[in-house]
């Protein structure tokens, strides 16, 4: 007997439809309201979320979803988890000790944050060290109770899974990985997570939401044992109180083990992950005494689900599984709000997008065909929708097309080798040894951003604007002659943004109004929409580096950002491959490098800072995209002439996993964001024997204090132990946009000497 089809959310997005969470942070963290205004605006907002949820007709809605600022950081602080820095509580933190956690107060810097899972959200990262684990306050239960009195609904709390808040958390300054680790913090802290459930089954609580996401991450069958000793536990401490399972991101490899979990439901993503899910369905087939709870519709992408396809395969799965419930594949958060005020975008446009509230219409829609409803109306103008979409003329550029399918050798191969190249770049360039520069970007100072907002607004005509940034360059070209740098800047000063600009001036963008995601804390982020073929329309970037390079005798780098990290920063079409997607952005970026060349641009930077956190979350399935990148990377950067130069620059460190793409991508010059890390990142090189040039960040940005050039020299002759000194670069770490001109140009001033130091040494 097949039981009633449920639709089931799994998180709804916390800014609100007009960022009214953002503001009402930030109002707090500035003084403007008290703790009791935030506390009762906050629950208004967090009541709205539910009745929206409740009026689309979703069946079972989560609960204690929302947040002060992250998840994890809830979940620490509700078990007194929190780095000791910070205090030991007995008692539940107040709202200036929970923010002194997530962005540091007077006496400590902030707790960690890091990329949650691969997608642009940051979570604060629990630190174990130290810790006397007690349950502080039941916050599942409070919220269960709140949405019960308020709104008379029986949520499901949501909470982030003990397995997975370890693994996702830091033991001695490393993450916990050994089973014996794991183990021993699952000792301290099942309890807690015990008591939780204990309180929920008692209160009545009929469903909880255990999200264990890093479950896609386990490859091996033994990985599974924390995952069955937690929920085992929990489930004979709260035996009447049913547990979904949650996965998200990806397949699960353990499939067979996972499904047998003493759980009551398994949440599994039917989205992501090479339909490997679908296929070990299908393969071993799913018990009969648990729910399945499908994640049909892509929550982490915006656009409309095919909804006769999501049907036909929500039937699939219910011939395996009796008990059925639909999701989206992940929590909403990833994604903007409501599509409404996208008043700018094209019919065809506005009618492929959907957003979370659209989403989860969707939703209810496919849950109604499952249980015999007629919804043909909805599934007509769905497809409509997508034919619509599909037929537009953005979407069928045959150029694009045509050049997609002319591909060849000559399209990522330079003319020459690079020892070939480099001698003929250096009598172009005629640098010193170890030459200086920066990575791209100066201080985007207040003016600066005063003049953008005014321009947009109108109240700035296109050439006060231009002329602004104009002498804004110009005057930084000064700056850098005066420090006697080697290698010269244009600064970005007309860029926000290094994927959004991009977005502007190539075809197939579109640049949403309001489709905000929360990327951490009270930070949003509007991440382009890339909805058409890709197509170069009008020069990017050549007018800025061309006056720039009008200023001065010294070489000017162009500064491009790759397709691989303007993809991975954006919301991209779903009907053609990302690959795909990717080389028509590397074709269309093509014709700016080759322009800039012809502009008389003699080294040309194109940035991956994107490249490591978008690998896949199985190791297996990482050769492919770093293939991906490496392909678009040349599609970029080989139509120039041996003499020029062409530079590369990545962010982060743990470079050992991808040192053989650095070499792939055939640049001549590769910065690192590396002053953190120095020492990791020298034996990568080392044990590779890398033969193209390489700067290393000698200097760490992040700090206002100025580094002596004491540091930056031992930095550098750190590097030389290891580095050619034919092959070093000597410049900062990236992003002085985020500091101010004084402390750039002393840092600077202090870079240049050490390079002179150790220069004379050679
Ligand atoms: N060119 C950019 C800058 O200097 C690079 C930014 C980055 O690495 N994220 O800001
Ligand atoms: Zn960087």
């Known amino acids: 007997m097949t039981s009633v089809v449920k639709s089931s959310n799994l998180g709804y997005p916390r800014l609100g439809e007009h960022r009214e969470w953002k503001k009402l942070l930030e109002s707090y963290w500035q003084g403007k309201i008290n703790e009791k205004q935030f506390s009762e605006t906050s629950k208004s907002l967090r009541l709205e979320n539910l009745k929206k949820q409740i009026e689309f007709g979703i069946d079972i809605i989560p609960v204690a979803d929302n947040s002060n600022y992250d998840h994890v950081l809830d979940t620490t602080a509700a078990f007194n988890l929190i780095p000791t820095r910070f205090g030991n509580y007995k008692r539940p933190l107040t709202l200036d000790e929970y923010y002194a956690v997530a962005r540091g107060d007077k006496d400590n810097v902030a707790a960690d944050m890091t990329k949650w899972f691969n997608i642009n959200y940051h979570y604060t990262v629990p630190e174990f060290d130290n810790t006397e684990p007690r349950l502080l306050e039941n916050r599942w239960l409070k919220y269960w109770q709140e949405a019960k009195n308020e709104l008379g609904i029986d949520g499901k709390p949501v909470i982030v899974g003990p397995v997975t808040l370890i693994k996702l958390g830091k033991l001695n300054g490393e993450y916990v990985e050994s089973e014996k680790d794991i183990n021993q913090l699952l000792d301290q802290i099942l309890p807690l997570y015990g008591q939780v459930f204990e309180e929920l089954q008692n209160a009545g609580v009929k469903w909880v939401q255990l999200d264990e996401p890093t479950l896609v991450k386990t490859e091996k069958d033994d990985d599974i044992k924390p995952y069955y000793r937690a929920t085992k536990y929990l489930h004979e401490v709260a035996p009447k109180l049913n547990i979904e399972l949650q996965t998200y991101f990806d397949s699960i490899d353990p499939y067979q083990k996972v499904v047998k979990l003493p759980v009551q439901a398994i949440g599994l993503d039917f989205v992501h992950g090479k339909g490997e899910n679908l296929n070990n369905i299908r393969q071993f087939g799913f018990p009969d005494d648990k729910i399945l709870v499908a994640g049909l519709i892509d929550g982490h992408n915006i656009w409309v689900a ?110 020459s080798k690079y020892s070939e190249r480099s001698k003929k770049q250096q009598d172009n360039l005629h640098l010193p040894l170890l030459p200086t520069t920066t990575i791209g970007s100066f201080p985007q100072s207040s003016e600066v951003r005063a003049k953008r907002a005014a321009w947009r607004k109108g109240d700035l005509s296109d050439k006060q604007y231009n002329d602004f940034i104009a002498s804004e360059t110009k005057r930084w070209i000064q700056l850098q002659e005066d420090i006697d740098l080697d290698v010269l800047v244009h600064g970005e000063f007309e860029r926000t943004d290094m994927v959004e600009y991009f977005g502007q001036k190539l075809a197939g963008f579109f640049a949403t109004q309001n489709g905000w995601v929360q990327s951490y804390g009270s930070r949003g982020v509007r991440p382009p929409v890339i909805f058409g073929d890709v197509a170069y329309t009008e020069p990017i970037t050549v007018k800025e580096s061309a006056f720039a390079q009008a200023q001065t005798s010294k070489p000017v780098k162009g500064m491009l950002t790759a397709p691989l990290t303007i993809i991975n920063w954006s919301f991209v079409r779903d009907d053609i491959s990302r690959a795909t997607v990717q080389n028509q952005i590397a074709l269309a970026l093509r014709q700016e490098v080759i322009n800039l060349e012809k502009a008389g641009i003699k080294i040309i930077q194109v940035d991956e800072p994107a490249l490591r956190e978008g690998l896949p979350l199985k190791q297996r399935n990482w050769q492919n995209y770093l293939d991906e990148a490496i392909y678009s990377f040349k599609i970029t950067t080989t139509g120039v002439r041996d003499e020029t130069q062409i530079h590369t620059h990545m962010c982060y460190s743990d470079f050992e ?106």
């Open 306 to 415: 095919n909804l006769q396809e999501k049907a036909s395969l929500a039937e699939e799965l219910h011939t395996f599984a009796p008990k059925l419930w639909l999701q989206p594949s992940n929590s909403l958060l990833h994604v903007p709000i409501t599509k409404k005020f996208e008043t700018k975008a094209s019919p065809e446009l506005f009618g492929g997008l959907a957003f979370a509230d659209e989403k989860l219409q969707e939703l209810v829609s496919l849950t109604k065909k499952l249980n015999g409803n007629d919804v043909s109306a909805e599934f007509i103008k769905n497809a409509d929708d997508i034919k619509a979409l599909n037929d537009s003329q953005a979407r069928n550029n045959k150029n694009v097309q045509e050049a997609i399918k002319h591909l060849s050798k000559e399209h990522f191969e330079r003319h």
């Open 657 to 762: 996993d991808i040192i053989s793409t650095i070499s792939g991508l055939d640049a001549d010059v590769i910065s690192i964001e590396t002053s953190r890390s120095h020492g990791e990142i020298i034996s990568a090189f080392e044990d590779a024997q890398y033969d193209k040039q390489i700067g290393l960040g000698v200097y760490d940005i992040h700090s206002p204090r100025i580094p002596s050039v004491k540091e930056i020299t031992d930095n550098i002759r750190r590097g030389l132990k290891v580095i050619d000194h034919k092959q070093f670069w000597v410049n900062p770490d990236c992003g002085l946009k985020t500091r101010n001109e004084e402390q750039t140009l002393e840092a600077l001033k202090n870079l240049e000497e050490a390079r002179n130091i150790v220069l004379a040494e050679l």
